[in-house]
């Protein structure tokens, strides 16, 4: 989490509300936008920079 500058309460809150959400899929790409360095994970998951 400190080296992709997450919050980290925040980030596993998405992952634990977007996963659930793709169970029935077969195409996992969408786990590439969850990942730690995605560009695409909302700014409530980033820290402020200090």
Not at 11 to 39: A, G, R, V
Request: charged share 30%; hydrophobic share 35%.
């Amino acid at each position: 989490m400190k080296a992709n500058n997450l919050k980290p309460y925040h980030y596993f809150e998405l992952l634990l509300t977007e996963i659930p959400k793709h169970m029935e899929d077969t195409n996992l790409d969408f786990l590439d936008d969850l990942l730690p360095w995605s560009e695409k994970l909302p700014v409530e998951c980033r820290k402020q920079n200090q």
